[in-house]
């Protein structure tokens, strides 16, 4: 359709608005409503924006619009219209189109509506348009609040909207591209025409000004836009003159520029051979072959021989959309003089009246949810833009002490991880929720650059409040986080390289701070977090009453007889409101004779007679058919004789109706987080090896590729990030990188090389390390290929399966298969493969001569042995499988069993000793239920003896510890596989309870080789202490094991370490009212001290190491006391801490270590914590070799929070 024909309705409409004579316009008398028609118009345009494009094409707004505007503005009416029209045509492209267009043709609409608009943009660049509206605002504004009526708030509001909509407007790339930088662009010409009009002085009233708060957000939003070509950088620096920033950035580009054009020529030089040969000449290049077997035969002079490739002549492969990176931003450029002048006073004034006061009503306007949706976009360009030019201009922390605090840090980390995790989940819109996230990283690089500013202030006052605004940033773990997720994952198809570049800038100054902070303490305590998730419980179902007995229903009768006599002969009165049926029901009222019978029996069995009676006699009336109810001349005694016999009737029951579950897999999924707080020592080397990762090297080496582009400070950066993650770390190989060493080779031959002198030393270091490197390890440069973990660097450098062998490294736990072990499961494979209905591994598990293995691991060395094609081969076989019913015979045997153990002390563990068919306790626990040999769980609980003094009768003589007593409700929590494990366990420990000479060695010898060396020291403190305290007191109570430190709680939940308790004659808690492992009162002195020589860790002689009496136990209640040399190193539980003993309702979830007081924690919390070496010092600029002002020593609180998922 071709635009410039115009609708006939629509070119009548234009031509009755009137007509321009030279500079004069003479308008219709129908130009009121042909203004009000085009409006209409608008509002009914269809998907193309048809009106909008035929406007546009026949220029409107230029030739009738804007000069209706500037020549009447004194008719309020017609104002108000063309105003509203103007607004109309001008609003964004995207507002119209709702998106960019995929299609070409919907594309082809947008780009044209782009245009006009552009057109419109340039047709505003006049003084006097702009003198109009500033005027007509200036009026709107001097009216007070009770004279400004409705209309003259919306035209304030449109006004508004129209300069937003010219100033939003993108410039149009092909004049952008004649033009140079300096020369006045379309944008230029505007914001001239707005400030000479005064426009910028009615926005800085409207953002001070106490009553006109409404339009702080559309002021933002204009401020914004009048700044988009801007970098605060050139506006604070503009006031050193032309000679200033900008001369010097020029000069040392075109220096560079001169630098690799020189060095061509050199080259070019070298090349050239003394005598000009008209014969090129062809060469054979020995050792590169071509398509065939021969060598390349090279056509071309000698001098292009380094440029040569087999990629020469190729058709470059094209890139998928898909995988292309992200385009960047607009390229900045700069503006005239004049306008940057007038744009850097503005920038002065906004900040000295306006900002904090704006920036308030925004935050207070987003927080409160009345500003449109994605607003608070503005206040982070806002935030980011003005705090620059203040941190360059002149440093006034006071200008910016809205935006300066941890509630800003808080807002803009809130914003940041939301845009994130948008951009996560909303895939077709990833772009832009990358273009925000970008403006959030800059509002926070911006924040943390003000709050380093402020340390260098000179006002104690100011440097006092940069302090306090440090601890509480590094106090919270979110903000420490930040940067490891946004690096982990970026993603260059949908951030650009500028995102990444203010990504490595702002990771390395908050390296810089946090280092700088830590450096200045000697203990630094952090918070940590860790979410537990628990699977659902199932909801419990209550379980149907037994029905009495015929004995228990006659003794019932026997005392309602009196009542059921009582209510006949009319001594107590009957309730009148009896209904025998449910009206409201489903079932019919002539089926629900059968629930009437029940509600009787229910009542009599309540001990209701007189509602018993009446529903009996109601109910004879309902259903008189049958003489159920009896006949309708009955008598008391046949009434009577009724009741008895509803009373005594076995009566079918409806089960109670049992809550809907989901579907197992469902049910499996569904889990509940809890959150855990605790604090811990920091170390900031530990938090920069989580740096040390594949995400984080693959990103600074995607930077790096284009250092000629990048500024000094980027590179800078960026190489000394990598710097720590080689040298401070020691992880070398980290940076051992193909990709990374090609980055090198361009470097090394770049011949501006020595404008980057930073990056060429650090390529020298990482070359020289790798070599040093091949020269031992042969297969290094086959690593060259692979991103690596620190996993893989210990393993290249230590020695390949140093992991598996434990060399060094604490990575892993298991101990590799030896050959000698690999054939004995081999052979036992084999020998139990043919046994039907048997459980291999359980069989294997249970003859293998090594102690330890698990069921995973055996089927996993079965499946790398080729015994196995994978572990399908070996389901697990679940409980209750085999068995669903009980026969007649196995609840006969059941019953005869409860009744032989019934005085027993253990009646369901003796009952499940010699139960023939094996079942799960809670099965049997069920089946007593049902059977109605006990009425609740707790008659089937192991009866404990309490001892006050010493062991009891019978047992002073062996020294036998109490049995530990078992919960059989609590079973039901437990998978099936642990349940099989800890009744065998328990079984064992059963039978030989009694802890030998030497017990548990073996075992314990094996956990010190995996890594456990630490809880089982704290063991062995914790039963020498117990033992040194019943010698003195003469009196023996049964000590809580109270585990303080994480790596002793996950020693507490191993499997394997709870075997070893148990084999030392530890009882494990005895019911839901315990939480924690106990040392038996019953255990002497002697047996604890044997028990603790047993675990001791012994050297390569044999001998127990460390056999000095330890100082104390967590459990101890006596006063700390210095601990030796070689014990308490590992972990801080050895501090002596009183532990009352746990109350019934105290919950079973890990402990963490609370200090009290800075007091409380210098005196005893850190004797028992080995300090990190102190990071090594590097060479950096003069703001990271200044001195902290925080004086050494102070400890101060930072909040480490560390998100890790456990299964309970």
């Known amino acids: 359709m071709d635009w410039y024909m115009m609708n006939c309705e629509l070119l009548a409409t234009c031509s009755a608005l009137g007509y321009l004579e030279g500079d004069v316009y003479h308008r219709e008398p129908?130009?009121?409503?042909?203004?009000?028609?085009l409006i209409r118009y608008l509002r009914h345009e269809d998907e193309s924006r048809d009106v909008r494009q035929q406007l546009g094409a026949a220029q409107i707004l230029q030739n009738d619009l804007l000069?209706?505007?500037?020549?009447?503005?004194?008719?309020?009416?017609?104002?108000?219209?063309?105003?509203?029209?103007?607004?109309?045509?001008?609003?964004?492209?995207?507002?119209?189109?709702g998106k960019v267009p995929a299609d070409a043709t919907s594309r082809h609409h947008f780009l044209q509506v782009l245009s006009y608009l552009q057109a419109y943009k340039e047709a505003f660049a006049s003084e006097k348009v702009f003198v109009v509206l500033s005027e007509k605002l200036y009026n709107l504004l001097q009216l007070d609040w009770e004279q400004r009526q409705e209309e003259d708030t919306l035209l304030i509001e449109r006004i508004l909207l129209l300069v937003r909509n010219v100033l939003h407007v993108p410039p149009d790339p092909t004049e952008e591209q004649q033009g140079v930088d300096g020369d006045a662009s379309v944008h230029d010409r505007?914001?001239?025409?707005?400030?000479?009009?005064?426009?910028?002085?009615?926005?800085?009233?409207?953002?001070?000004?106490?009553?006109?708060?409404?339009?702080?957000?559309?002021?933002?939003?204009?401020?914004?836009?009048?700044?988009?070509?801007?970098?605060?950088?050139?506006?604070a620096a503009l006031g050193q003159g032309t000679a200033g920033a900008e001369h010097r950035e020029d000069t040392q580009e075109l220096e560079t520029l001169r630098q690799r054009e020189l060095a061509e020529k050199r080259t070019r030089a070298r090349q050239r051979p003394s005598r000009h040969s008209r014969f090129g000449g062809s060469y054979v290049l020995q050792g590169v072959k071509s398509i065939g077997d021969r060598d390349v035969v090279f056509h071309k002079g000698l001098h292009n021989l380094k440029s040569y490739t087999h990629d020469l002549g190729k058709e470059p492969r094209r890139l998928p959309r898909r995988r292309q990176a992200a385009p960047e931003a607009e390229p900045s450029r700069r503006s005239a003089r004049n306008v940057r002048l007038f744009l850097r006073h503005f920038c002065q004034d906004f900040l000295e009246g306006c900002y904090n006061r704006l920036m308030l009503l925004v935050k207070d306007q987003l927080v409160r949810e009345k500003a449109q949706q994605h607003d608070e976009t503005y206040y982070l360009w806002a935030t980011a833009f003005f705090m620059a030019f203040n941190r360059l201009h002149g440093f006034r922390p006071e200008l910016v002490s809205e935006t300066v605090g941890v509630r800003a840090f808080h807002f803009i980390e809130q914003n940041l991880t939301t845009y994130y995790e948008m951009a996560l989940m909303d895939k077709k819109e990833a772009t832009t929720w990358a273009h925000r996230m970008h403006l959030a990283l800059k509002a926070y690089q911006e924040l943390l650059r003000t709050v380093q500013e402020m340390d260098r202030s000179p006002e104690q006052a100011v440097r006092d409040s940069s302090q306090v605004i440090k601890s509480n940033i590094f106090y919270l773990m979110?903000?420490?986080?930040?940067?490891?997720?946004?690096?982990?994952?970026?993603?260059?198809?949908?951030?650009?390289?500028?995102?990444?570049?203010?990504?490595?800038?702002?990771?390395?100054?908050?390296?810089?701070?946090?280092?700088?902070?830590?450096?200045?303490?000697?203990?630094?305590?952090?918070?940590?977090?860790?979410?537990?998730?628990?699977?659902?419980?199932?909801?419990?179902?209550?379980?149907?009453?037994?029905?009495?007995?015929?004995?228990?229903?006659?003794?019932?009768?026997?005392?309602?007889?009196?009542?059921?006599?009582?209510?006949?002969?009319?001594?107590?009165?009957?309730?009148?409101?009896?209904?025998?049926?449910?009206?409201?029901?489903?079932?019919?009222?002539?089926?629900?004779?059968?629930?009437?019978?029940?509600?009787?029996?229910?009542?009599?069995?309540?001990?209701?007679?007189?509602?018993?009676?009446?529903?009996?006699?109601?109910?004879?009336?309902?259903?008189?058919?049958?003489?159920?109810?009896?006949?309708?001349?009955?008598?008391?005694?046949?009434?009577?004789?009724?009741?008895?016999?509803?009373?005594?009737?076995?009566?079918?029951?409806?089960?109670?109706?049992?809550?809907?579950e989901p579907e197992e897999e469902e049910d499996e999924e569904e889990e509940e987080q809890t959150l855990q707080v605790s604090e811990k020592e920091f170390n900031f080397l530990d938090y920069l090896k989580r740096f040390a990762c594949a995400p984080v090297v693959r990103a600074l080496v995607l930077l790096l590729r284009g250092y000629a582009r990048n500024s000094a400070r980027t590179n800078h950066c960026a190489a000394r990030l990598l710097h720590r993650l080689a040298r401070d770390l020691h992880m070398e190989p980290l940076l051992f990188q193909l990709s990374l060493f090609a980055l090198f080779h361009r470097l090394l031959s770049d011949p501006a090389a020595a404008a980057h002198q930073e990056l060429v030393t650090l390529a020298k270091f990482i070359l020289g390390k790798f070599f040093a490197l091949a020269a031992t390890n042969k297969k290094a440069f086959v690593e060259l290929l692979f991103w690596k973990s620190p996993a893989i660097v210990c393993e290249m450098t230590k020695g390949y399966g140093s992991l598996q062998e434990g060399e060094g490294t604490t990575w892993s736990r298991v101990s590799p298969w030896t050959p000698q072990e690999e054939q004995e499961l081999r052979e036992l494979y084999w020998k139990y493969k043919e046994v039907e209905g048997g459980d291999i591994i359980a069989a294997i598990l249970a003859h293998l001569p090594t102690p330890g293995r698990t069921r995973k691991q055996v089927v996993k060395q079965l499946v790398r042995m080729g015994l196995a094609s994978s572990a399908k081969d070996f389901p697990r076989e679940r409980k209750g499988t085999r068995i669903v019913l009980w026969t007649q015979e196995q609840e006969e045997e059941l019953t005869r069993l409860f009744e032989e153990f019934h005085g027993s002390d253990d009646v369901l563990g003796n009952i499940m000793k010699h139960l023939t068919a094996r079942r799960s306790r809670a099965r049997v626990v069920e089946k007593l239920l049902g059977l109605g040999l006990v009425a609740e769980r707790k008659e089937l609980y192991k009866k404990r003896r309490r001892k006050s003094h010493g062991p009891g009768p019978g047992q002073a003589a062996t020294g036998v510890p109490a049995m530990p007593a078992q919960d059989s409700s609590g079973d039901d929590e437990d998978s099936e596989e642990e349940e099989d494990e800890d009744e065998a366990e328990e079984g064992r420990m059963e039978e030989h309870w009694v802890p030998q000479e030497g017990a548990g060695q073996d075992l314990a010898q094996h956990l010190h080789r995996e890594g456990l060396a630490g809880p089982l020291r704290w063991l062995e403190n914790c039963l020498r202490r117990a033992a040194g305290d019943r010698e003195e007191d003469g009196v023996?109570?049964?000590?809580?094991?109270?585990?303080?430190?994480?790596?002793?709680?996950?020693?507490?939940?191993?499997?394997?370490?709870?075997?070893?308790?148990?084999?030392?004659?530890?009882?494990?808690?005895?019911?839901?009212?315990?939480?924690?492992?106990?040392?038996?009162?019953?255990?002497?002195?002697?047996?604890?001290?044997?028990?603790?020589?047993?675990?001791?860790?012994?050297?390569?002689?044999?001998?127990?190491?460390?056999?000095?009496?330890?100082?104390?136990?967590?459990?101890?209640?006596?006063?700390?006391?210095?601990?030796?040399?070689?014990?308490g190193s590992d972990s801080e539980s050895e501090e002596p801490v009183p532990v009352p003993v746990p109350s019934p309702v105290q919950p079973r979830t890990k402990r963490r270590r609370e200090l009290a007081s800075e007091d409380e924690d210098e005196d005893g919390g850190s004797s028992g914590t080995r300090l990190a070496p102190p990071a090594p010092h590097s060479e950096e600029d003069e703001e990271e070799e200044e001195e902290d002002p925080q004086p050494r020593g102070r400890r101060k609180r930072i909040r480490c929070v560390e998100e890790e998922e456990e299964e309970d």
């Open 1036 to 1127: 023996s109570h049964p000590v809580p094991l109270v585990p303080l430190t994480e790596e002793n709680e996950d020693a507490m939940e191993d499997r394997r370490f709870r075997s070893l308790l148990r084999q030392l004659g530890l009882r494990p808690p005895a019911s839901e009212q315990e939480s924690f492992w106990r040392i038996p009162a019953a255990l002497t002195p002697q047996q604890l001290r044997h028990a603790a020589a047993s675990i001791a860790h012994r050297g390569p002689s044999g001998s127990p190491q460390d056999m000095s009496e330890p100082p104390g136990c967590p459990q101890d209640p006596a006063p700390a006391e210095p601990l030796p040399a070689g014990l």
């Open 190 to 235: 505007v914001l001239w025409a707005l400030h000479i009009s005064g426009m910028d002085d009615l926005l800085k009233f409207l953002a001070s000004a106490q009553v006109e708060q409404q339009w702080a957000l559309h002021v933002l939003e204009i401020i914004s836009l009048m700044f988009r070509d801007q970098s605060p950088e050139e506006l």
């Open 30 to 37: 129908d130009c009121l409503e042909s203004v009000k028609d």
């Open 478 to 660: 979110e903000y420490r986080e930040l940067f490891l997720t946004l690096f982990r994952k970026f993603d260059e198809t949908k951030q650009p390289r500028s995102f990444l570049r203010d990504l490595v800038e702002t990771a390395h100054l908050f390296l810089r701070m946090l280092e700088r902070f830590c450096r200045g303490r000697a203990n630094l305590v952090v918070q940590s977090k860790r979410v537990r998730r628990k699977k659902k419980k199932k909801p419990h179902v209550p379980e149907a009453p037994a029905p009495p007995s015929a004995a228990e229903l006659e003794q019932l009768w026997e005392g309602l007889a009196p009542q059921v006599q009582a209510c006949l002969e009319g001594e107590v009165p009957l309730p009148e409101d009896m209904v025998p049926f449910d009206a409201a029901s489903e079932t019919p009222v002539e089926e629900q004779r059968a629930e009437a019978v029940l509600r009787i029996q229910e009542c009599l069995r309540d001990s209701h007679v007189p509602q018993a009676l009446q529903l009996l006699r109601s109910a004879r009336e309902v259903w008189p058919e049958g003489d159920v109810f009896g006949s309708a001349d009955v008598g008391p005694p046949e009434e009577t004789q009724l009741l008895r016999e509803i009373l005594v009737a076995p009566l079918p029951r409806n089960a109670p109706a049992e809550p809907e």
């Open 67 to 97: 000069p209706i505007l500037v020549q009447y503005p004194q008719e309020k009416v017609l104002f108000d219209a063309v105003i509203r029209l103007m607004v109309n045509l001008t609003q964004p492209a995207l507002l119209c189109f």
